[in-house]
């Protein structure tokens, strides 16, 4: 074995590369994305906490990731990440509804449910080019108000078929997901309104039926055993008041930025927490290109949650996007100095450092976002144009080889890895990484053969 090859802690894990030799053929044009922001991520962590580390997995392993699609729905892919769509965020109407969703899917991941999925890979893969599980695997993110993601093509009839769950598997998820809700303390209800929420929809056609229904079967038993589920647990009174918070948060944040600027600005008045309130209204603001109303806006949320560091990220989002680099970068660096961990948050300062016109600075930090989460291409962008203003062009061309593989853009990623490997001493950890990089996109073009 040469150990040149193996996986390193510097490098794109092998399993994300070697994902893209199984998975990676034609790339329809209809395309998935992902929306990636720390403030929602975070509230989504606060939701998930109690009922993955009741399923036994570690709240810090497995993210909960937004996927730019309005419609309902929410799947699992590896054992890593629960995708849930923002239509769903928009539709349910209670906190302990969300957690049921993520309960339901945190018990696919388990009791082993994915292991068959990935036996599927291949299956899926011949049928559309599956190229959704690297790209959305890799969770990257992009440009765009809310942000955005990377290109994840693959046909709705494929993803049906790889998404989908047996009706066995549905009823033993519901019954590890009413466990879960029962260990954490949240009533059981909102597992009952799920399921009440798609009665009906078995008899309509396939094409009129919400893709949770196409990817998770329902049938009348599962609504009555959710429904005994709840009379033998019996009422569960809200033990945890923020919870309720963070889900106004995350549904105020994900409206402001993907419904119109004024129907935030007509039901935001509605917003019972003061500073939630003020975050959709400046999100509005922004949007409309009001600056002055904007900054007005999420001040005042500061001035509530003066600690706030998503706040000061948001600022500096609506900032920079208005060219006052000098104060965005400001803000970010505050945001910074909150959650010096946050990678999204890292992210941001650094593109606002190199905005600033500080390469150098601009590099430490987007190497220290790329090493909490080597997934975001946005970043990887970045750090690639820092690395090529600070006259390192070999690592500039490595970054990009890695970014491209991750979109699944082989031929690129080849491009630049081999420009990486003639540029890095011979070697270096650099090198080498360019080097999985190319064995990777060289096995991907055989399979293609």
Known sequence: ????????????????????????????ARALTLLRDPDIENGLRELAFPVLRAAGLNPKRVKILLVNDGKFNAF?????????????????????????VIAHEAAHIANGHIARRMQNLQSARNAAGLGLALAILAGAAGAGEAAAGIATGTQSSALRS??????????????????????????????????????????????????????????????????????????QPDTRPETAYWFARIQGKVSAFTRSPK????????????????????IAHH???????????????????????????????????????????????????LAPTEPLILAGYGRALLASGKPDAALEVLERARA???????????LAMAYARSGQNGMASLVTAE????????????????????????????????EDVLIATENAEKRKR
């Open 372 to 382: 909490r989460d080597y997934r975001d291409t946005r970043m990887m962008r970045d």
């Open 1 to 28: 074995m040469d150990l040149k090859r193996g996986t390193r802690r510097t490098s794109i894990p092998t399993l994300v590369l070697g994902l893209a030799l199984c998975l990676l053929t034609a790339l329809p």
């Open 403 to 434: 970014r491209y593989a991750l979109q699944g853009r082989m031929d690129d990623a080849q491009i630049h890895a081999k420009r990486a490997i003639g540029q890095l001493p011979t070697g270096s950890t650099g090198w080498q990484r360019a």
């Open 162 to 235: 790889f998404l989908s769950h047996t009706r066995a598997e549905e009823s033993a998820a519901d019954r590890t997901a009413a466990s879960l809700l029962r260990a954490s303390d949240i009533d059981l209800q909102g597992l009952v309104d799920l399921h009440r929420a798609f009665a009906g929809q078995e008899n309509l056609s396939p094409a009129a039926q919400d893709p949770y229904m196409r990817s998770h079967p329902l049938t009348r038993d599962r609504l009555r055993a959710a429904e005994s589920y709840l009379d033998a647990a019996g009422p």
């Open 287 to 337: 949007r409309s290109q009001n600056l002055g109303a904007a900054r007005r806006e999420i001040d005042r949320a500061l001035a509530l949650r003066p600690e706030d560091p998503f706040y000061y990220e948001l600022k500096g989002q609506i900032l920079i996007e208005n060219r006052r680099v000098g104060e965005a970068v400001a803000a970010y660096g505050r945001a910074v100095d």
């Open 263 to 282: 129907w935030t600005q007509r039901r935001a008045t509605n917003e019972r927490h003061a500073d939630i309130r003020h975050m959709r209204l400046a």
């Open 76 to 100: 699992v892919l590896d054992h890593n990440a629960i995708f849930l769509n923002y239509g769903l965020i928009l539709k349910v109407d209670r906190a302990d509804v969300l957690q049921a």
